[in-house]
């Protein structure tokens, strides 16, 4: 299992998946990133088993007329990486320091 | 909708196993939040990241090399392939350094996307800026409520008294507000302060940090020195910091003094520019000031009110502060970079072109490979690398060239290419390098893959590899490189023909005046010292006396500007005995100030009645030289108009014609002349104009205009030692200068076509004669069996010729599309024009003929027994 290396957006993205984010979209709507960075990350934490993919209802997506979507949830190793995360993110905010919380995303 | 076909296109990176998953993922995501297609994009990076997954250094470096090896074995091919892709990309680099520099980089000052230039157009006049009046400027200063800050200014220059010399100095007269405008402050001192642009205030001036260091030494004590400039003296306030020279090259700023009380109104002479406030945008500023405009006008009904303003179509123009300047180069740049990445088409067809004959000749290799077990991947990459490796060559020997092209380009530029300090390699120009250098290696790396990659190569192995039957597609995509490359060229070549007419047409213009031997140089005169029409009138006719007592001068005459050199200074008029209805705009006239003989000194002929003489300057007489568009436009039925009268619209003061002078090209080459009135320099009396002080002259001599500049420097000591000579320069300069633009953009087009042609031929004959060395044994076949020569000879220049044909149908229609995008920069010549279509393409067909009647004689003299013993 190929290991992550620890990002800031690594660190959010696992956090928006791991609190309840499933699509892509709803990722890059948490963590305020553009798609262009949120999906080549997804696309590295599945590869290196931090993520597994699924997809959504077929029945659902049928009823609206459009094709599925793309799940995403933490695999075993994830949970892991995101007691990792989260010490990322904590260091982030410890570096921050006084600066006044600006979008604090989801996390 | 273009979403869908988006993630489509980029779904080619994808590897195949994952496409159609990938493809639902993004149109699920998509579908699902309408209104979000900009997020779309992300496809791209996203298709990148899973081609590259599992792409290794090492492997890539393995692939490289192998490229780079195997590129090493072909020096010709190489260097060939390597060196037309260097100019290509080069050329491509060159015009994007410039490109980028001028257009695309923001100016460099704090938070330049706010600054907005903010002034009028009048596209009913044919004006397309209108600047401001010190009235109008007032107006909008109180009433912006989306700018945080306005300003006004005008450049000029000034006569900086110093110790021996005098020296004539950039300067730009400005409002208070100027530097919070620009976001730019002095280093050392301060900045304006209000009330300092106001009539009466101190005179101060802050200096350029050029002029500061050249003319003071870099003294910081210059501070609160008083200087002499212009005959006032006027106290140093502040020093700016290094490279800041806006507006142009000002080295000076001095406040303006504006007259609260009584601001002029109708004197449009004052480029406006702001500051956004923040959250607001152009548009708002422009609504915001059309609304300023027509309260302006109501406050003024006797200058301006809503009909004038509807009539001249006069409306707010507010744009970034850099489209100002740039306006005119714009579409000149774009139509080069296009041209330019056109010339680069035309290379990467030629190097796939090569490629495809290497391909051909390494069918064997291919085949082997394949039969050893190289996946059809395997081999695509093999060539892709080869083809992007060689092109990343070209580039970086393209970027040599351009560094060299940029320098070349700048001495040819129009002498006040703006932002030309700016141009050169930087990070952006090299990024765009290395895109297009990758871009053009993919592009002509994937015609020998289709080619080949999917064929069945097990025939190749077989035979000689002389496989005459899979010849079909890779004849295929050899006949579409000519013919795009015909095409290509002949756009070109239509392009930079009728940009050459156009310069032709220009230089035949009729100008209406004179350009062999004669001399101009500039002078200005401080109020200070010249404080009235008297004192004006003594310089005016003491320097014309000096100058024409030098040997070798034949006339001598000053004018406040000279054909060709200076701006548009026009106001309306109306005829005395017709005068224009109330609430109407009268005929803009353009007016120049002119002293005796100027007529004679500038070739301008006389067409009735005489010139202006130091009569005209009497008091009480008010004399008008008028050109024959204007006495056309005001008098159509008469035969003669001398001593009609005509006035400024609403003055009560009329001129009476005393002559009428053939039209002349005054702003532009390429223009209709406007009309023209010529008045006295410096009239005495009362209710006149007063003293032009910004003097142009001009000296009829012999022959060899520049070596009189030493003697009119000396005459003009004689009559005021302080007083610098500015920039002497022949009349056939003004011209010349006036040209550089159109003759820059025709030189420029003119290299990309040659190279166009160039390529294009070097290409049409590589490609016939491919074919003639593949098919040497049948035509020795044929031979043997009695085919005449000639039958061979046509039928090999036939082949060529019909490529060629439909290459320049293609070329003829794409150069008619492409015209209009030309037609702004011509001159003399529709951008349809027939005359040019037919003989450009009558000269590439020839030159086509040419390039394939050399390897088609060659054909026709086979000897039968040498090819057929040749396998």
Known sequence: MAS????????????AVASGRRYGFDVM???????GTVYPALRRLERAGVLRSGWEDVDEARSEGRPRRRTYALTEAGRDALREADAKLQEIRRLLGDFPPATAGEA | MWTRLWVRIVSVLVPGPDREEWIEEWDGELAARSGRSSDAWGALPDAWTLRTQGWTMDGMLREVRAAVKGLARKPFFTALAGITLAIGIGANTAIFSVVDAVLINPLPYPDSGKLLSVNHTAPGLNLPVVPHSEAMYLHYLNGFKTLSSFAIFQQDNVNLEREGDPERISASVVTQEFFDVMGVHPVLGRDFVTGEDRKGAEPVAVLG??????SFGGDRSVIGRTVDMDGVQRRVVGVMPEGFSFPGKTELWIPMAIDQANPSVGSLSYLGIGRLASGQTEEATQAEMRGLL??????HPDDLNRQIIEQAGLAPDVKPLKALYTADLQRALWILLGTVGFVLLIACANVANLFLVRAEERQREQALRTALGASRRDMVRHYLTESVTLALGGGALGLILAWAGVRGLLALAPIDMPRASEIGIDGSVLAFTAVVSVVSG?????????????KDLSGALKEGGRASTG?????????TLVVAQVALALILLVGSGLMARSFSAMRNVDLGFATADRLSFHVSLPAAEYPDAHSVGAFERGLQQRLEAIPGVETAALAT?????????????????HPVPEGQLGTLVNLRRVSPRYFESMGITLLDGRGLTSDDEAPGVRSVVISQALARSFWPNDASVLGRQLREQGDTLAFEVVGVTRDVRFEKVAEIPEPMAYYAIAPTGDSVPSPARSLAVVMKVGADPMSFVSAAREALRAVDPRLPMVEPRTVATIVRDAMAPTSFTVVLLGIAAGIALLLGTVGIYGVVS?????????????????APGGVVLREVVGQGMTLTGVGLVVGLLGAWGVSRVLASLLYGVSATDPMTYAVTACGLGLVALLASWIPARRAAQVDPVEALRSE
């Open chain 2, 209 to 214: 940090h050029g002029l500061w260091e050249r």
């Open chain 2, 561 to 577: 500007a000279l054909p060709l050199e200076d701006q548009k200074n026009a106001s309306p008029l109306e005829a005395a005995d």
């Open chain 2, 471 to 479: 010849g079909r597609e890779r004849h295929r995509a050899r006949s």
């Open chain 1, 29 to 35: 709507d948490a963590c305020d990133l553009p798609s």
């Open chain 2, 294 to 299: 027509y309260s302006f006008a109501d406050a």
């Open chain 2, 442 to 454: 993919l592009v002509f790396g994937l015609f020998p893959v289709f080619g080949y990659a999917r």
């Open chain 2, 770 to 786: 491919y074919m003639v060395s593949r098919r040497t044994q049948e035509i020795g076949v044929r031979m043997a069996l009695g």
């Open chain 1, 4 to 15: 992550v290396r620890m990002t800031q957006v690594t660190a959010l993205i696992l956090r």
